[in-house]
């Protein structure tokens, strides 16, 4: 024998499988397949009463939503299974291994923002919970009205401010005083002594007689200055 087969030789040998461990692995297995197709019934089972519920609920058509009870994740598989082929919606609401559940709605009437808003938050939703949303839609909506109108009246206001100076009295007060503000909001007086010529100056006093005279006096004395300028021309 050679130095290999005696180590081989040498080595335990694995544990034989006494024939109570095989009965008990047999068992095992029986157990596990005879559980599985009792799931399976009841998986059926269940499967047919979702049929029948949705149905049913689909051809009523008057209830707003078909609610289940909190169940595991594979049996609403079965309900959205159902439900899609059935043409109809499916929601889930709730915490996953705590309360989950599922609720149908018909194809053309979905759960509304308020509905989802409430079952989202873990909240029950019922007729008394529809009215009380509905009527503080109706007060949000109000407000808002209320807002809206308010906030085009501050700018029609502050319109009518610019149109005034008082909406400038209020811009610069914070930079140049409030009483400099108002002096400067008011109506602007020519400055006499920067070449603005106020308006009663440019009014003409005089009478019609001085006027004439005036207007004589200044061609007599062009006609001197004329005269003047071509006699010293001659001369030279």
């Keep these: 024998m050679d130095l290999l087969g005696s180590i081989l030789n040498s080595m335990q040998k694995p544990p034989s499988t006494s024939e109570a461990q095989k009965n008990a692995m047999k068992k095992q297995k029986e157990a596990i397949e005879r559980k599985q197709k009792e799931e399976k019934v009841i998986l059926n089972k269940f499967c047919k009463r979702v049929e029948e519920k949705i149905s049913n609920f689909i051809k009523d058509g008057t209830k707003p939503y078909l609610q289940f009870e909190p169940m595991e994740q594979m049996y609403r598989s079965v309900i959205r299974d159902v439900a899609t082929t059935a043409g109809a919606q499916v929601y889930s609401f709730g915490q996953e291994g705590v309360d989950r559940y599922a609720v149908v709605y018909l194809k053309d009437k979905g759960p509304s923002e308020d509905e989802l808003s ?10 008394d919970k529809a009215t009380e949303m509905a009527q503080r839609r109706l007060e949000m909506e109000k407000q808002a009205e209320l807002d809206n109108q308010e906030e085009k009246n501050r700018k029609r206001k502050h319109g009518k401010e610019e149109l005034s100076g008082t909406f400038y009295k ?6 140049i005083g409030q009483e400099a503000a108002i002096d400067a909001a008011q109506k602007t007086n020519m400055n006499k002594s920067y070449g603005e010529v106020p308006s009663e100056n440019k009014k003409d006093l005089r009478s019609i007689e001085q006027t004439m ?9 062009k006609a001197e200055d004329d005269k003047a300028i071509l006699d010293g021309e001659s001369s030279i």
């Design 118 to 127: 409430v079952r989202r938050g873990g909240g029950v939703w019922n007729d």
């Design 170 to 175: 209020q811009k610069y007060a914070h930079l």
């Design 213 to 221: 005279a005036d207007i004589k006096a200044k061609k007599v004395k």
